[in-house]
Antibody, heavy 120, light 105 residues
Framework: QVQLKETGPDLVQLTQTLSITCTVS????????VHWVRQPPGKGLEWMGA???????DYNSAFKSRLSISRDTSKSQVFLKMNSLQTDDTAKYFC??????????????WGQGVMVTVSS | DTVLTQSPALAVSPGERVTISCRAS??????MHWYQQKPGQQPKLLIY???NLESGVPARFSGSGSGTDFTLTIDPVEADDTATYFC????????FGGGTKLELK
């Protein structure tokens, strides 16, 4: 059974660093890519970046050098770390698996997300 | 970035047919997917590769299009379909449409 679960803080102070963990089960991080997507309250979805199955990463340029994604395959975990948080980083943060047997590459499984509020 | 444009909202009556459109700023071939999101929940994959129904999704949902113009159709609409629908392209770095909120009359 494929599952993804995000864990992280509810509240982060302005200019501080956000750290979120995505723990996966039912599949291997060395086979599937895992992405991070966020959604501000009442707004749309924004792709943040990816952890490739081979260990490489890719980032949305909108986050410039603020964002870092890493993983621990032995623990089946993918990590998101973003610094210099501002109030407009308040959002629900999701991790999602990218499917590989579709001929295209949709996000076929998503975590429930973690809501993070940036407070001044 | 590939920008995806959706109309913001639609209202239909149960039993009717509804089409939700998504236009890409450049060709994405058939690398377009559709998701349903209900309040407080994560997105759920409905359609992948523009026209392929995800396993377990009712056949009332269908997708079409290629290049820059894509459509999600629900026929007939049921009360449980009240949700926001997002398109997403995977031809380039992933981007999402702004979402179309479907309400039932």
């Amino acid at each position: 059974q494929v599952q993804l679960k995000e864990t992280g803080p509810d509240l982060v102070q302005l200019t501080q660093t956000l750290s979120i963990t995505c723990t996966v089960s039912g599949f291997s991080l060395t086979t599937y890519n895992v992405h991070w997507v966020r959604q501000p309250p009442g707004k749309g979805l924004e792709w943040m970046g990816a952890m490739w199955n081979g260990g490489g990463t890719d980032y949305n340029s909108a986050f410039k050098s603020r964002l870092s994604i890493s993983r621990d395959t032995s623990k089946s975990q993918v990590f998101l770390k973003m610094n210099s948080l501002q109030t407009d980083d308040t959002a629900k943060y999701f991790c999602a698996r990218q499917g590989i047997n579709y001929g295209s590459y949709p996000f076929d499984y998503w975590g429930q997300g973690v809501m993070v509020t940036v407070s001044s | 970035d590939t920008v995806l444009t959706q109309s913001p909202a639609l209202a239909v009556s149960p039993g009717e047919r509804v089409t939700i459109s998504c236009r890409a700023s450049e060709s994405v071939s058939t690398g377009m997917h559709w998701y349903q999101q209900k309040p407080g929940q994560q997105p759920k994959l409905l359609i992948y590769g523009a026209s392929n129904l995800e396993s377990g999704v009712p056949a009332r949902f269908s997708g079409s299009g290629s290049g820059t113009d894509f459509t999600l159709t629900i026929d007939p609409v049921e009360a449980d379909d009240t949700a926001t629908y997002f398109c997403q392209q995977s031809w380039n770095d992933p981007t999402f449409g702004g979402g179309t909120k479907l309400e039932l009359k």
